[in-house]
């Protein structure tokens, strides 16, 4: 199946520093990818919808300036979170669905932020 | 609105079969999915279904979908312990391309 690589796995900042997380789809061009945010012991929520060349989508309560992403290509769409806070530490999932295809979507392995 | 709801947990015997249900509200839901978390990992597809069908079957994985009661359900049979870890189901709406909405994740414990 198709691969969706995300870099780095885990990172632990300082508090007001940035952070950006890579994810990438290795054998195959996704127009869309999404960020999910998991915290301990819960289910996962939808952050934003990054579409390629253009702004991503946010869901409401999502603090777009906050977390910035990026959709320069057709295979990396990046996340940054900005001047990180302790709340912000978190399980940080994308994904990305081939296009035409069944709605199927493949998951990044995670990114876990620490912000001390 | 959107809501999809799982019970939490799920403790079964290895050898036995395990039942996963879900919940969900949305109507217009194209495909439902299933996914499996092991700890600290991302998410590994296990199967989907497509609205308009009622069971799938996948090797040791059955999913029933009764789209009248909303109502979808994993059979893990013969469960083994490496079967250990949080199931999530998920829905697709027809017209979000690809927006996944989560349950809340079922864990299930499997006892030697």
């Known amino acids: 199946g198709a691969v969706v690589s995300q870099h780095p796995s885990r990172v632990i900042c300082k508090s007001g520093t940035s952070v950006k997380i890579e994810c990438r789809s290795l054998?195959?061009?996704?127009?869309?990818m999404f960020w999910y945010r998991q915290f301990p012991k819960q289910s996962l929520m939808l952050m934003a919808t990054?579409?390629?060349?253009?702004?991503?989508?946010?869901e409401q309560g999502v603090e777009k300036d906050k977390f910035l992403i990026n959709h320069a290509s057709l295979t990396l769409s990046t996340l940054t979170v900005t001047s990180a806070h302790p709340e912000d530490s978190s399980f940080y999932i994308c994904?990305?669905?081939?296009?035409?295809?069944?709605?199927?979507?493949?998951f990044g392995e995670g990114s876990r932020l620490t912000v001390l | 609105g959107e809501d999809v709801e799982q019970s939490l947990f799920l403790s079964v015997r290895e050898g036995d079969s395990s039942v996963i249900n879900c919940t969900y509200t949305?109507?217009?839901?194209?495909?439902l999915y299933w996914y499996k978390q092991e700890p600290g990992a991302g998410l590994q597809l296990l199967t989907y279904?497509?609205?308009?069908?009622d069971m799938k079957q996948d090797q040791r994985l059955t999913v029933l979908l009764n789209k009248k009661d909303k109502h979808l359900s994993l059979r893990i049979a013969d469960t083994q312990t490496g079967d250990s870890a949080i199931y999530f189901c998920?829905?697709?709406?027809?017209?979000?391309?690809?927006?996944?909405?989560f349950g809340s994740g079922t864990r299930l414990l499997v006892r030697p």
């Open positions: 998920a829905e697709s709406m027809m017209d979000s391309s690809y927006k996944l909405i």
């Open positions: 949305d109507s217009s839901s194209t495909y």
């Open positions: 990054s579409n390629e060349g253009s702004k991503a989508t946010y």
């Open positions: 054998d195959f061009q996704a127009t869309t």
């Open positions: 279904i497509f609205s308009n069908m």
């Open positions: 994904s990305a669905g081939l296009a035409g295809g069944t709605g199927e979507l493949f």
